[in-house]
């Protein structure tokens, strides 16, 4: 191979389905990879006039490099990115998250709100792990899926941090979370600055939405005004769930477990694969009312057909073994158990079944091996 260039010999094609936003640096729009059947998203730098292009043109380099460091679960994914330097412009292909934003998904799900702090703070952990600061945390910039997965995107204000104190201390001018901390006043911006924004923005949203929340006191620790007092750091708010999770064992006793994994086992036992979109359903009322009315028309039975339980709790597409039976008693000591929990408990039953759930081998209903030539 020589040393010239190497150049694509074949401009790749898609399809552009709708803008999604438009801002003062550029715009972003949705697009279509029609061979492989998936959706990108697409955003372009392009500054509105008065805007230095040649300046923000590095700021936007920036964002490329950063994200290009990341894979995250519960980080947007950067696949690929075009720059044209000369032009001052270029584009970032991403993924595309199908969803809500933070604090429109928490009105809609309240009971998932434990869920989802614990994976924000997870994605955070991550970034400081990479001495990676977010630099623009509001609701729209954190999304969540339509398989309640946490997204945390958009680093256009991000910046690696390389010394223990930020010499830039830069800090958004466009504070939306009411009582300012006391960085502001010494012009800081570093991870507790980072934490306060976390905690503050949950606490807004628990605040208008009331639900029950079961880290308050780590809540409480993250929105310090001085710094002293603020917990320093996402590693040490990590250390802090996984205490409370120790707690929450100890919130079901020995029969309830049993009964629990018994009926789990038939579950995950009754399920041969599952489409790879597929999810369980987290809804504990919803469940019970459909579990309810499956146990009046089984009260005379031995076994339940595993689909009538399985879609109980499933959203999707999924296979089941027909040979398999679902003891009755089993159904109702778990329905008994489930009723009979807390709201917390409910959810802690359904996280458990959905880790067994997605543990099932996946498939894709699109695919087709028909297709390919060979």
Not at 15 to 30: D, M, N, P, S
Not at 145 to 152: A, E, F, R, S, Y
Not at 282 to 298: P, S, V
Not at 342 to 355: F, M
């Amino acid at each position: 191979m020589n040393k010239d260039d190497i150049k694509f010999i074949r401009q790749k094609d898609f399809k552009f389905l709708k803008e999604i936003g438009q801002g003062a640096l550029g715009k972003t729009v949705l697009l279509k990879d029609e061979d492989l059947d998936v959706e990108f998203v697409c955003k372009k730098y392009k500054p509105i006039n008065g805007v230095s292009k040649e300046q923000y043109f590095k700021n936007f380099i920036t964002e490329i490099k950063l994200l290009h460091l990341l894979y995250h679960k519960n980080i947007v994914r950067v696949f690929n990115y075009y720059l044209y330097s000369n032009y001052f412009t270029g584009y970032i292909v991403m993924e595309f998250i199908e969803g809500l934003e933070l604090d429109c998904y928490l009105e809609k799900y309240p009971e998932n709100i434990n869920n989802i702090f614990e994976q924000v703070i997870d994605g955070f952990v991550y970034l400081e792990e990479n001495s990676i600061l977010h630099r623009d945390i509001r609701p729209s910039n954190i999304m969540v899926d339509n398989n309640h997965n946490v997204k945390i995107i958009d680093f256009g204000f991000g910046k690696q941090q390389e010394f223990i104190h930020d010499d830039e201390k830069s800090i958004s001018l466009n504070w939306w979370g009411g009582e300012k901390p006391d960085d502001f006043k010494t012009n800081t911006y570093n991870f507790q600055t980072e934490i306060f924004f976390i905690g503050r923005l949950f606490k807004n949203i628990i605040n208008n939405i009331g639900c029950s929340f079961k880290y308050h006191n780590i809540l409480n620790k993250m929105i310090e005004l001085n710094s002293i007092n603020r917990v320093d750091s996402f590693q040490n708010i990590l250390r802090g769930i996984k205490e409370e999770e120790k707690n929450i064992i100890e919130l079901f006793d020995y029969s309830e477990k049993q009964n629990y994994l018994k009926f789990a086992k038939y579950f995950s036992d009754a399920l041969s694969s599952r489409e790879e979109s597929s999810k369980i359903i987290i809804n504990a009322n919803l469940i019970i009312k459909d579990l309810e009315l499956l146990q009046k028309r089984t009260l005379l039975e031995e076994y339940i057909n595993p689909v009538n339980i399985l879609r109980i709790f499933i959203s999707g597409s999924y296979k089941y073994r027909k040979n398999k039976q679902f003891p009755v008693y089993i159904f109702e000591n778990f329905l008994n158990l489930f009723k009979l929990s807390s709201l917390e408990k409910q959810n802690i039953i359904l996280y458990n079944l959905e880790t067994r759930f997605l543990n099932i081998e996946s498939f894709s209903d699109y695919y087709d091996d028909t297709e390919i030539p060979f």
